[in-house]
């Protein structure tokens, strides 16, 4: 059993260099695509403009043509707004892992309705967190584990580089804060192959503060 299905994920992965697939998932997934509600599958195709879901058991791992990989943890939306080479995905809730191989050509980013983050080839994770004040929007949280993430604000030129092993909370999604590292980032499950050993994230996000490491 454990042959098959890595033989399975092999198929998937070679698969998804052509095309943009789930490669892997647990729980509920659900895929949107021209106006028709699907439960996802190992090997379900997606295209622009489809909007992935997953439940409060769900687990997705997408391959994305360029070598592109996103990890959606439970309780997330994905919408793929623009697949062609300059490459746009909006998070309208939850988390999401991503992993970039270094572009050599277009752009790739990951937004919310207030936040960019774009790349050239990095490793992050980004996500809705709680708000520091309960009568304002979520704060959104990012942390990048390789290489180099600009995040900036739509609509305005501010802008601010994240690093490697630094995370960055953005105040109700409209107020940049200085990068730092945070210690509760080194729990993170950033593996994104299945074959590799365990994919699922058990990281508690509620009630997380945003302390500095020491």
């Known amino acids: 059993m454990g042959f098959l299905l890595i033989m399975l994920l092999f198929s998937l992965f ?115 967190g709680e708000s520091a004040d309960e009568s304002e929007e979520s704060d959104i949280w990012l942390c990048v584990n390789e290489g180099t993430v600009e995040v900036g604000l739509s609509g305005t030129d501010e802008s601010v580089l994240v690093n490697e092993g630094e995370g960055i909370s953005i105040l109700s999604g409209k107020k940049l804060t200085n990068p730092r590292p945070y210690d509760w980032t080194n729990d993170l499950n950033w593996n994104v192959d299945p074959s590799a050993g365990n994919v699922k994230d058990t990281t508690d996000l509620e009630g997380i503060i945003w302390t500095p490491a020491s």
Do not use: P
């Not at 695509?33 to 879901?53: K, V």
């Open 14 to 128: 070679s698969l998804s260099a052509e095309e943009n697939i789930i490669s892997y998932l647990e729980g509920e997934v659900t895929v949107y695509q021209q106006g028709e509600e699907m439960y996802a599958d190992f090997g379900t195709s997606l295209f622009q403009g489809d909007r992935i879901s997953t439940g409060s058991d769900g687990l997705v791992i997408i391959e994305l043509v360029g070598g592109r990989v996103l990890k959606m943890k439970e309780n997330s939306t994905i919408v793929m707004e623009n697949m062609g080479n300059d490459t746009s995905l909006r998070l309208t809730q939850g988390s999401v892992f991503t992993k970039v191989q270094k572009l050599t050509s277009g752009s790739f980013s990951v937004r919310t309705e207030t936040v960019v983050a774009g790349v050239r080839g990095t490793q992050f994770f980004l996500s809705y």
